[in-house]
């Protein structure tokens, strides 16, 4: 009799540990699309409430089919006999039947919900919540591969566009120095060029020995207070000779 009593007590203690808890989900919508975030509300009965807590099952899996995504604070209804939580769920496996059941710590949890029909989603299986499918090493190889092609591509053609520029801003400051070596009409034009002599020869070394030859016309006059008419008309007859000389040392700018 003693040894029936002992056994009764373990198991009202362990019964007073252990119950089903009742949580339903009552949807809003009348159609779920599986993997869709929707709104519901989570209905808790006083039991459920307290072994429970809202903050536990936000980011779980209720019975491998119903995410719970985000769930407000709850709300008391009905005199404290039941309470209410605003929720966003994601219904992730379709339930075959109702309830699903699950477990937390040493609860059982049965879950309901309101009639809804769910329809199944037309993506592979890879994507519906909680299939996901990890790749293979290979798999990730060839990815890090391409990935690594790409890259090496978009540096190289990033590097010609830019030797490109380079050389195309190159080729217009030429241009534009070769245009002012030809472009002087009247003798304050010549001493200009002639003030830019090293500019113009880092360029076009070629030139060299045409400038020493206008050199040694305009240096009969540069140097004076001033220059008559005369004297300014033969350093631009110089200035035509160094021009004609020097055609074929502009390097085919």
């Given at each position: 009799?003693?040894?029936?009593?002992?056994?009764?007590?373990?198991?009202?203690?362990?019964?007073?540990?252990?119950?089903?808890?009742?949580?339903?989900?009552?949807?809003?919508?009348?159609?779920?699309?599986?993997?869709?975030?929707?709104?519901?509300?989570?209905?808790?009965?006083?039991?459920?409430?307290?072994?429970?807590?809202?903050?536990?099952?936000?980011?779980?899996?209720?019975?491998?089919?119903?995410?719970?995504?985000?769930?407000?604070?709850?709300?008391?209804?009905?005199?404290?006999?039941?309470?209410?939580?605003?929720?966003?769920?994601?219904?992730?496996?379709?339930?075959?039947?109702?309830?699903?059941?699950?477990?937390?710590?040493?609860?059982?949890?049965?879950?309901?919900?309101?009639?809804?029909?769910?329809?199944?989603?037309?993506?592979?299986?890879?994507?519906?919540?909680?299939?996901?499918?990890?790749?293979?090493?290979?798999?990730?190889?060839?990815?890090?591969?391409?990935?690594?092609?790409?890259?090496?591509?978009?540096?190289?053609?990033?590097?010609?566009?830019?030797?490109?520029?380079?050389?195309?801003?190159?080729?217009?400051?030429?241009?534009?120095?070769?245009?002012?070596?030809?472009?002087?009409?009247?003798?304050?034009?010549?001493?200009?060029?002639?003030?830019?002599?090293?500019?113009?020869?880092?360029?076009?070394?070629?030139?060299?020995?045409?400038?020493?030859?206008?050199?040694?016309?305009?240096?009969?006059?540069?140097?004076?207070?001033?220059?008559?008419?005369?004297?300014?008309?033969?350093?631009?007859?110089?200035?035509?000779?160094?021009?004609?000389k020097s055609q074929g040392g502009f390097n085919g700018i």
């Amino acid at each position: 009799m003693k040894r029936i009593v002992i056994l009764l007590s373990l198991f009202l203690s362990v019964s007073a540990f252990a119950s089903v808890l009742k949580l339903e989900i009552r949807f809003q919508e009348p159609k779920i699309k599986q993997g869709s975030v929707v709104p519901a509300t989570l209905v808790f009965d006083a039991e459920s409430s307290q072994k429970l807590p809202i903050n536990k099952i936000v980011g779980e899996t209720l019975g491998g089919h119903f995410y719970i995504y985000s769930a407000k604070p709850l709300l008391t209804k009905d005199n404290w006999n039941a309470f209410e939580s605003e929720a966003t769920v994601i219904v992730g496996k379709i339930p075959e039947a109702k309830p699903v059941s699950y477990k937390s710590g040493d609860n059982e949890i049965m879950v309901l919900w309101n009639d809804v029909e769910f329809i199944p989603t037309e993506a592979p299986k890879e994507l519906i919540y909680g299939t996901f499918e990890i790749p293979s090493r290979a798999q990730i190889l060839k990815w890090l591969s391409l990935l690594a092609v790409f890259i090496i591509a978009g540096l190289g053609i990033w590097k010609f566009k830019k030797y490109l520029d380079n050389k195309n801003s190159i080729q217009k400051k030429k241009r534009e120095l070769k245009d002012e070596v030809l472009s002087a009409k009247e003798y304050a034009d010549v001493v200009s060029i002639w003030q830019k002599k090293s500019q113009i020869l880092k360029v076009f070394p070629s030139l060299e020995d045409h400038f020493k030859e206008l050199e040694v016309v305009l240096f009969k006059y540069q140097f004076k207070p001033s220059q008559t008419e005369t004297e300014k008309n033969q350093v631009m007859t110089a200035y035509r000779e160094f021009i004609n000389k020097s055609q074929g040392g502009f390097n085919g700018i």
